[in-house]
T-cell receptor, first 109, second 114 residues
Framework: GIQVEQSPPDLILQEGANSTLRCNFS?????LQWFHQNPWGQLINLFY???GTKQNGRLSATTVATERYSLLYISSSQTTDSGVYFC???????????FGTGTRLTVIP | NAGVTQTPKFQVLKTGQSMTLQCAQD?????MSWYRQDPGMGLRLIHY???????DQGEVPNGYNVSRSTTEDFPLRLLSAAPSQTSVYFC?????????????FGNGTRLTVT
């Protein structure tokens, strides 16, 4: 299957700091999504972003499909941003999303 | 709007027992899927369905069965539970067979097999 690598695996930030999370993938994709898993285990869809740039409040994401990577930006981080961020991709012609192993973010007050 | 509903939230089984994890969605989504989440391994696809009457295997299907008799429901059956099936199970759905729409998750079922 397609390989999905996320970096860094762990990140600790002071509240108010900015961060960039990266997702690299090994093949052409036509579907890429970012998810946040909160400390209670709930998985929330942040972005559907197979290409281009999207913004939602303090979060934004950019996917450069031709170079096989996506970036998730978190600005002015808050303690509620803590949790694990997952990238998931679908190869063109396939049925399913493959997930990376996530970036665990801890925001300290 | 309930979204994706999973039951139960927690379950403890003994080795060899069987059970069914329930999943229902009220968004008229065509695509439904089951993932398991284990520490350090992200989410791995067990089975999926692109519509009523259609199911297929994912990455880790062994030991699990599914059926899709209606658009709304997609139960996951463990035929003979094993300790290796201790995990958190997530059901997810999306609108157009998942190709061009976001995936929505239920809140998960934490299963322990002793």
């Amino acid at each position: 299957g397609i390989q999905v690598e996320q970096s860094p695996p762990d990140l600790i930030l002071q509240e108010g700091a900015n961060s960039t999370l990266r997702c690299n993938f090994s093949d052409s994709v036509n579907n890429l999504q970012w998810f946040h898993q909160n400390p209670w285990g709930q998985l929330i869809n942040l972005f559907y972003i197979p290409s281009g740039t999207k913004q939602n409040g303090r979060l934004s994401a950019t996917t450069v499909a031709t170079e096989r990577y996506s970036l998730l930006y978190i600005s002015s981080s808050q303690t509620t941003d803590s949790g694990v961020y997952f990238c998931a991709v679908r190869r063109a012609g396939a049925n399913n999303l493959f997930f990376g192993t996530g970036t665990r973010l801890t925001v300290i007050p | 709007n309930a979204g994706v509903t999973q039951t139960p939230k927690f379950q403890v089984l003994k080795t060899g027992q069987s059970m069914t994890l329930q999943c229902a969605q009220d968004m008229n989504h065509e695509y439904m899927s089951w993932y398991r989440q284990d520490p350090g391994m992200g989410l791995r696809l067990i089975h999926y369905s692109v519509g009523a009457g259609i199911t297929d295997q994912g990455e880790v299907p062994n030991g699990y069965n599914v059926s899709r008799s209606t658009t709304e429901d997609f139960p996951l059956r463990l035929l003979s539970a094993a300790p290796s099936q201790t995990s958190v199970y997530f059901c997810a759905s999306s609108y157009d067979r998942g190709r061009n729409s976001p995936l929505h998750f239920g809140n998960g079922t934490r299963l322990t097999v002793t």
